[in-house]
């Protein structure tokens, strides 16, 4: 269980950042600029995420398989 949340965190960790970071630079320019749009915000962090997932996909596929394959070489633990 703590080996399939850490391997989520490491997964997650580069979108959420993104997220983050083009959130507040957004919330700061429609503060700047007294803005009240929510799709402002909400679009420009939507495309940062998809654009870090298409980057950071071959990463996250060898994460994935690397974690599978290491559950299933060894599956007694799981069968007590």
């Known amino acids: 269980m703590q ?3 850490t391997t989520l965190l490491w997964i997650v ?3 959420l950042i993104v997220a ?3 959130g507040v630079v ?3 320019i ?3 600029t007294s803005i009240q749009d929510q799709t402002f915000s909400f ?3 939507v495309i940062a995420i998809f654009a870090m997932f298409l980057v950071t ?4 596929l060898r994460v994935l398989t690397t974690f599978t394959s290491s559950i299933f070489g ?3 633990p799981f069968i007590k």
């Open 57 to 60: 996909f071959p990463w996250i």
């Open 20 to 22: 983050i970071v083009v």
């Open 43 to 45: 679009a420009p962090r």
């Open 13 to 15: 960790a580069p979108m």
């Open 74 to 76: 060894d599956f007694a």
């Open 3 to 5: 080996s399939s949340l």
């Open 26 to 28: 957004m919330s700061l």
């Open 30 to 32: 429609q503060t700047l």
